[in-house]
C-alpha cells in the first residue's frame, strides 16, 4: 500500500489514528452520506441523522 503524501498527511491529520489509518465517528461510519466526522469528535447534533424515535421539529410561525 503506497504511503500518504506529506500534503495528504497534513490535510487527514484529524481523522488518522494510532496506525496512521483514516478513522471515522461510530456514527458517521454507518452514515451514507459525505460528511463525516473525526473519531475524535464528539458529535453533539448531525443535521443527516434522524433516529426513528427523534420527533420531527415543528417549524413556528409567528
Aim: net charge positive; proline share 2%; with cysteine.
Amino acid at each position: 500500500m503506497p504511503r500518504m503524501s506529506k500534503k495528504r498527511k497534513l490535510e487527514l491529520s484529524f481523522y488518522l489514528n494510532d496506525r496512521g489509518r483514516v478513522t471515522y465517528n461510530e456514527l458517521c461510519r454507518k452514515c451514507q452520506h459525505e460528511c463525516k466526522q473525526s473519531f475524535r469528535a464528539v458529535v453533539v447534533d448531525c443535521s443527516r441523522y434522524l433516529s426513528k424515535r427523534a420527533k420531527k421539529k415543528e417549524e413556528y410561525t409567528e
